[in-house]
């Protein structure tokens, strides 16, 4: 899968597969992309996501089913985040769900809609109808704290200061398209989804104001607030309590595929929890063992060097006594810090929009 937006990257653009997609990881250096998204504006090509539209009389009753979230009382005018399990509990997808008329979009996560189209066919007892729209529509996204201002010059200056997750149908440009405020990055955040045919005139108008940063620096933002990137969190057994997504699924929700071992995790005594931590001047490889005075306690899941703290800045999977902030562990042969997130906190806290 490639973006329809490839032929207006500019030259020296390093791309790269995530999953089924072919998406841009850089397009300058990540000092530019991150500066740029943490203080200003930065443009982001989506395009790695599918976008599936789920239709039919059961509709509703489908997506009670599948996603953990409840989005019964999902209206058009709203957007939300939910997983997507499968009966074991673990994470089949990480998906925005788009209100729609007559059903929902479910935008999948990037690299991931082939996997997530699968599962929901095979799910699709209710027969709903599933349609991949990738072919005719994709996704831009603009986030950082002045990404507002992008907004109000480049579509509408009401559309900016939206309640966050709320969704519009509207033109640019005489063009139709659907505008949410939602991000991941802890900055402001607003997503496009448009024609495909449009998609490259509107990239190229948004590079004028904002600087198209990739998915290696979107990631990393992602991570400054601990919002979960699954493909580089999740072990194959890893629950959701393990990987700390609680939060993306409703336990008070009579049923959805994958409730019981979600509850039943939650019942476990001291399960295994994931904490951030920073500290080295290496960067330790997934799978690098945690220790504790000497004691194996768990293990390493991902890693970056941080642009934002000037330190390596991971995620570990240890032992539930662990999981808190301030404790001195070691990493490898690196002594560092466990943390309470977000590990950067985002300009966009403190700036308001005007």
């Known amino acids: 899968m490639e973006s329809a937006l490839t032929t207006a990257h500019p030259e020296g653009t390093v791309h790269g597969v995530v999953g089924e997609a072919t998406v841009p990881l850089r397009f300058s250096t990540p000092e530019t992309e991150y500066e740029a998204l943490r203080e200003r504006a930065a443009l982001l090509d989506l395009g790695g996501s599918r976008l599936i539209e789920v239709t039919g009389a059961a509709a509703t009753d489908f997506l009670q089913r599948v996603l953990a979230r409840d989005v019964e009382y999902l209206t058009a005018e709203r957007c939300m985040t939910s997983l997507v399990l499968d009966e074991a509990g673990h994470v089949v997808d990480q998906v925005v769900v788009w209100g729609r008329e007559n059903g929902v979009l479910l935008e999948s996560s990037t690299g991931g809609g082939a996997t997530l189209l699968a599962h929901l066919t095979e799910q699709n007892t209710e027969g709903v109808v599933l349609t991949d729209r ?112 609680n939060w993306l699924v409703d336990i008070t929700k009579d049923a959805f595929v994958g409730r019981d071992a979600v509850l039943a995790a939650f019942a476990r005594d001291n399960p295994v929890r994931t904490v951030g931590f920073r500290g080295g001047d290496a960067v330790p490889e997934p799978g690098t063992r945690v220790l504790a005075a000497g004691e194996d306690i768990g293990v390493v899941v991902h890693a970056v060097r941080s642009v934002g703290l000037g330190a390596t800045l991971g995620l570990a999977r240890v032992e539930g006594e662990f999981a808190a902030a301030g404790l001195r562990l070691t ?8 943390l309470t997130s977000p590990y950067v906190t985002p300009k966009s806290w403190s700036i308001p929009i005007v």
């Open 134 to 245: 990738s072919a005719e529509l994709t996704l831009l996204g603009l986030e950082g704290p002045y990404s507002w201002g992008v907004v109000g010059r480049l579509i509408d200056g009401e559309l900016a200061a939206l309640p966050l997750e709320s969704v519009v149908d509207t033109q640019w440009d005489g063009v139709d398209v659907i505008f949410g405020r939602t991000g991941v990055t802890g900055e402001y955040g607003y997503k496009v989804i448009v024609p495909r045919e449009a998609a490259e005139r509107l990239w190229k108008q948004a590079a004028e104001q904002a600087v198209p940063a990739g998915q290696e620096v979107l990631e990393q933002a992602m991570l400054e607030v601990r919002q979960p990137v699954f493909r580089l969190e999740a072990a194959e057994d890893a629950t959701v309590v393990e990987l700390g997504a």
């Open 331 to 338: 990493v490898g042969d690196e002594e560092v810090t466990t």
